[in-house]
């Protein structure tokens, strides 16, 4: 069981990736909790987000939503892991 105050989403993005801050804006929006990876300032970011592609990079952002993982800023298939894992948005 995981604690429920942990994200269970990464975004795994680049400083000049445009598409992952519009991303990461989407899930702020949503309320969605998450940890944003940047793979060109973090080493051990990089080298997670390539284990977890088995190397096969294409590009940012790469989200991990609950061990899920989708390609791109794919809106449709993030909602659907997001609700698929019951990740529920944070009320503040």
């Not at 970011?45 to 590009?59: I, Q, S, V």
Request: net charge negative; with cysteine; charged share 25%.
């Amino acid at each position: 069981m995981t604690d429920s105050t942990t994200p269970t989403v990464t975004v795994y993005s680049t400083s000049w990736c445009a598409f992952c801050h519009t991303e990461m804006q989407w899930l702020d929006k949503l309320g969605i909790p998450y940890i944003s990876k940047d793979i060109e300032a973090d080493k051990e970011a990089h080298d997670e987000l390539m284990k977890k592609l088995d190397g096969d990079f294409r590009g940012v952002p790469v989200t991990d939503v609950a061990g899920d993982i989708i390609l791109g800023f794919d809106r449709p298939k993030i909602q659907d892991a997001i609700k698929k894992h019951n990740i529920q948005p944070v009320t503040t």
